[in-house]
């Protein structure tokens, strides 16, 4: 499969996602709910890794890459912190659109820290991701 694939794939799950989490948080703490959907991914993760993995092939990786490894879980860790007590607070319909703000703000990212080309379809996307996430959040009162 292709790059393409596995993201239209991810986007899937992450809408699936979505909805099961607000039901999950109606009676709960939502850093618990958190908690508790962490785990499970990482019990899924680690027996995927395992699995896919060819026999004693599993062996840690430097330091830089575990530092940014780490780091890039701690950023995960309080972004579902953050999108669990959205969730809990607001609608599915509203909060997720918002979320994937997140895809403006990894173009812009890439663009200062990796030092990736931005182009004029990556300004007229990432406007019109914005554009669509303010209609769909924003409620007439």
């Given at each position: 499969?292709?790059?393409?694939?596995?993201?239209?794939?991810?986007?899937?799950?992450?809408?699936?996602?979505?909805?099961?989490?607000?039901?999950?948080?109606?009676?709960?703490?939502?850093?618990?709910a958190t908690?508790?959907?962490?785990?499970?991914?990482?019990?899924?993760?680690?027996?995927?890794?395992?699995?896919?993995?060819?026999a004693g092939?599993?062996?840690?990786?430097?330091?830089?890459?575990?530092?940014?490894?780490?780091?890039?879980?701690?950023?995960?860790?309080?972004?579902?912190?953050?999108?669990?007590?959205?969730?809990?607070?607001?609608?599915?319909?509203?909060?997720?659109?918002?979320?994937?703000?997140?895809?403006?703000?990894?173009?812009?990212?890439?663009?200062?820290?990796?030092?990736?080309?931005?182009?004029?379809?990556?300004?007229?996307?990432?406007?019109?991701?914005?554009?669509?996430?303010?209609?769909?959040?924003w409620r007439?009162?």
């Open positions: 499969m292709t790059w393409f694939t596995w993201a239209l794939l991810s986007a899937l799950f992450a809408g699936i996602t979505a909805v099961l989490a607000k039901v999950g948080v109606e009676h709960v703490n939502s850093s618990l908690a508790i959907r962490t785990t499970v991914v990482l019990f899924i993760t680690w027996a995927i890794a395992f699995a896919a993995a060819p092939a599993i062996t840690l990786p430097g330091g830089r890459t575990l530092l940014f490894l780490a780091l890039s879980g701690a950023a995960t860790g309080l972004s579902w912190l953050c999108y669990f007590r959205a969730l809990q607070l607001g609608e599915v319909s509203r909060v997720a659109p918002v979320d994937k703000l997140s895809v403006v703000f990894a173009i812009l990212l890439a663009g200062i820290f990796l030092r990736e080309r931005l182009t004029w379809q990556h300004a007229l996307g990432g406007s019109l991701i914005v554009a669509g996430s303010l209609v769909l959040a007439a009162t």
